[in-house]
């Protein structure tokens, strides 16, 4: 007999603190670069390259959640629960893609080169438009702030269930093997 | 065990006391406290009098007044395209793909400083050029460049005192010079520039006007050698100076010199490169290196288009002294990561805003020549 599995796939959740970690660090890295005079370098060399990390991981992401489908949700969770968790998933997983995909874009219609490493930079994907960068601009800017906003209220809720409800969601996610 | 328990399913668990929901609750609430804490520390919204670029370009805006659409410094200004002819003398120095024989297209811009985009040419106002060399392998090179042999100011903190210094009394038209003593005061460095500064002839138009990219940069050859280089462009067309002659002038004569020229016959500058020491200081722009340093001409830019800010690529371009090809780099000059700040800040307000038309219209480059 064959039981459902109690936890996501060891590849997706590997995927998923990696990820955790570089969000996290870019959400901090581009607030903090735009108010900086000093590390406004450093940060920004540090940001682009890691914006295009998180883009490729992402397609990575989409692929290994068809190929390994997460565990079932705890019976503690209601419909609504239910629909709340997947709905910010299904937000996080489009910021992770759309975020880099409007920074890439904002500096194709600059024309800011798009610097990896050394003399490796990516090709344009817009042409060169004052009025697309600026709309870009302040769209990467909110779409940052709602991914930030949107990560809290993932955070609050796994706390939650993890002090309160104690329905172990949290291991569902955990680093190492929970067993069956 | 606890295994086992879960199995059963969580009504199993033991039902938690008010004061410990209560406590739980609590530390969910510092957990998240603590993440808005660090995002808003790294925001910069705990330090609220910290210099930032917007606060930088605020004080531009304060000085110069806002002007929708133009650039927050260095306002008035005109386009101009031509090309980079490298000798190959750069390449000791830096494997950047600009400096192996063969040419490159460069657009540019000429400009005054100051955050005012109407106002009238006169001869002290400080000289700019913008470049960007576009490379073969995809790659850019841009360097903003004035025509000042080093810069006044050590630091943005220091700038950002002299802009909050300049802006004029409206009751003299002057600044207030209380304040420009005691800034003065504090800044022996820049006392030292200004007599620097002042001691180099300012010539008659933008053609005969050598620029200096002021920052120090590093320069990395193919072997790996890493070494302090700052860079200038100096003009093919004679030195004349400027004409001490007060009396009536067009308001607009430096730009139309620069156009009649141009269309008269393209103008040319050399590539200089000032080769450092080790020992040369690279983290401070106030001061020049030594005379005897090795000065090695790398190649030719010629410039032999000009138009109006309407129709020239140059326009949405930030001059961003940061945008450079592998083989050179930033120094540890703490002006280079502010200007590059200041700059994108600049950019980003301009950008989104409807653009009345320059100063120098496309109709005045059509009447050039």
Request: with cysteine; hydrophobic share 45%; net charge positive.
């Amino acid at each position: 007999m064959s039981t459902q599995p109690r936890q996501f796939a060891a590849f997706s959740r590997l995927l998923h603190w990696m990820m955790a970690a570089m969000v996290l660090t870019m959400l901090c890295i581009g607030v903090a670069m735009v108010v900086s005079l000093g590390n406004y370098h450093v940060l920004v060399s540090i940001h682009r390259p890691l914006g295009i990390a998180i883009l490729i991981l992402v397609v990575v992401r989409f692929v290994n959640r068809r190929l390994n489908p997460p565990p079932p949700f705890p019976a503690s969770m209601s419909r609504a629960e239910r629909l709340a968790a997947t709905a910010s998933e299904l937000a996080m997983y489009g910021l992770m893609l759309v975020l880099p995909l409007v920074g890439w874009g904002m500096l194709s219609a600059a024309r800011y080169p798009i610097v990896l490493h050394g003399s490796l930079h990516l090709p344009f994907i817009l042409p060169h438009s004052a009025t697309l960068y600026a709309v870009l601009r302040k769209t990467h800017t909110i779409l940052a702030y709602l991914f930030f906003l949107t990560f809290m209220g993932h955070f609050g809720a796994v706390l939650f269930h993890t002090l309160i409800v104690r329905d172990g969601l949290l291991k569902r996610m955990a680093p190492w093997n929970i067993g069956h | 065990m606890s295994t086992y328990r879960e199995a059963l399913g969580e009504s199993e668990r033991p039902r938690l006391g008010i004061a410990s929901t209560l406590a739980r609750f609590a530390l969910i609430g510092v957990a998240l406290a603590a993440v808005a804490g660090a995002f808003a520390y790294f925001g910069g919204w705990l330090t609220p009098n910290a210099l930032t670029p917007a606060r930088l370009t605020d004080a531009f805006e304060h000085v110069g007044g806002v002007h929708a659409g133009f650039r927050r410094n260095h306002a008035k200004g005109v386009g101009v395209s031509g090309f980079f002819e490298s000798n190959g003398n750069g390449v000791r120095f830096s494997e950047a793909v600009v400096f192996r024989p063969g040419r490159v297209p460069v657009i540019g811009r000429f400009s005054l400083s100051g955050g005012q985009p109407y106002v009238a040419d006169a001869p002290d106002e400080v000289r700019g050029l913008g470049l960007q060399f576009s490379l073969p392998d995809g790659e850019v090179w841009r360097t903003a460049m004035v025509n000042l042999p080093v810069f006044p100011f050590r630091t943005p903190e220091a700038f950002y005192e002299q802009l909050v210094a300049s802006k004029p009394d409206p009751k003299t038209g002057k600044p207030d010079p209380a304040g420009m003593k005691a800034l003065l005061e504090r800044h022996p460095e820049t006392v030292q520039a200004m007599t620097v500064i002042k001691s180099q002839p300012v010539s008659s138009g933008f053609d005969n006007t050598t620029f200096h990219g002021l920052n120090a940069f590093r320069f990395i050859n193919s072997a790996g050698d890493s070494i302090p280089v700052r860079w200038l462009v100096t003009p093919m067309q004679p030195f004349e100076a400027a004409s001490a002659a007060s009396g009536p002038r067009d308001k607009n004569y430096l730009f139309e010199a620069l156009i009649a020229q141009i269309q008269r016959q393209p103008a040319r500058w050399h590539l200089i490169l000032v080769i450092g020491q080790p020992s040369d200081p690279t983290h401070d722009a106030t001061i020049a290196w030594p005379a005897e340093r090795e000065r090695v001409d790398v190649g030719t830019l010629t410039l032999d288009r000009v138009e109006s800010e309407e129709t020239s690529a140059a326009t949405d371009i930030n001059f961003d002294p940061l945008v450079l090809p592998a083989g050179i780099a930033p120094s540890d000059d703490p002006l280079l990561s502010a200007r590059s700040a200041v700059y994108a800040q600049s950019f980003t307000r301009r950008e989104g805003q409807a653009k009345p038309p320059s100063a120098i219209t496309p109709a005045d480059v059509r009447r050039g020549n």
